[in-house]
Each structure stands twice: as structure tokens, then as C-alpha cells.
């Protein structure tokens, strides 16, 4: 399973990586457009983003939408020391975003802790994703040890360019899915 997880990353990445700049802002202002437009995220009053990486989609206009609207905006932070996510309040991306693990944006030091039963959105990123709501992140297990400290109630959202959407993600019975699939041109709830 290793092996082939690793291979369709390293397509997935591929693929998402030729998408022309021009299309991939169109298609991020889309993805957001149709994130911030949902119930859930309406409804939600903490929620757990992340910052875009790489040739990912551009999460800033979402986490934006979620600060003027007076939502509880947490970003995640690696902690080497646990290898896990410390959840980090965050009020304002261009003073609380700082360079930190392997190059990442990550909210700074100065940033308040917050509980992971806190959270009642979780944007959960990735490089592939399938329809029954399975993923394959960047390897780490980050997300993979975080997902099931989340209070039950959290819905796992994710937000991905069209070319990241797969036949089929290799999955282990222990990998929790995605709720929510949001791409440009489609959104989808996941049966479970």
C-alpha cells in the first residue's frame, strides 16, 4: 500500500503541478467561493484551515471570508517533538503566518493554543482524493493522527483542483474519509 500511495502522489502532483497559473487562481477563487457558500461553513464557529503549499489551491481568500465573518480561525503547526498538529488561533495571515516546518506557512509562536475539541470544521488537505472520501496527504501523517482526536461532531471537508480527484485512493480500514469534497466544478457529500 506504501508503494502505491506514493506512486499516485507523486502523479497527482504531477498533473497538479502543470495546471497554468491563470487556471488554478480561477479555479481556487471558485473552490473558495463554493466552501464559503455551504451551510456547515456558515454555521461553524471554529474552524480548522490550513495554508496553501506548493501548487495547491490558495486557502487565504477562505481563511479571510472566515475572519470577517468573526469566526474562531485556528492554522495548524507541526510540533517535531509530538510529530502532531498544534491547532494555533489566528487573527490576521500576514502577521500570524511565519515560515516554519520544511518551508511551510505556520502560524507563529505567538499564536494561542487552542483545544482540538474546539474545532467543528476541518479543512483536511491532501494530494489525491477519491469519491468514497478516501485521501492520500504528503505522507507525514499529520492529518492521520489529527482526524481522530476531532470531536465527531467535526465535519472533514476538503478542497481540491478537479485533476486531484482519482478513481480510486488506496485506503487502510483505519483511515478516516472526508465528509465533503469540494472541487471547481462540483460538490460532493460522502455517504459513510
Known sequence: MREAKRSLRARVLRERDAIPADLRASASGAIVAA????DDFASAAT???TLPFGSEWDT?????AALNRGKRVALPRVNEGSRMLDLCAVTDIANDAVSGFR???EPGMHCELLP????????VPGIAFDLEGHRVGYGGGYY????PLLSSHALRVAGAFDVQVVERVPA???DLAIDVLVTESRSLTIPH
Open 47 to 49: 474552524l480548522l484551515l
Open 172 to 174: 487502510a480500514a483505519h
Open 60 to 64: 487565504r481568500p477562505l481563511i479571510q
Open 103 to 105: 518551508g511551510i506557512s
Open 116 to 123: 482540538v475539541d474546539a474545532i467543528d470544521w476541518v479543512l
Open 144 to 147: 492521520d493522527r489529527l482526524l
Open 35 to 38: 466552501l464559503a457558500a455551504r
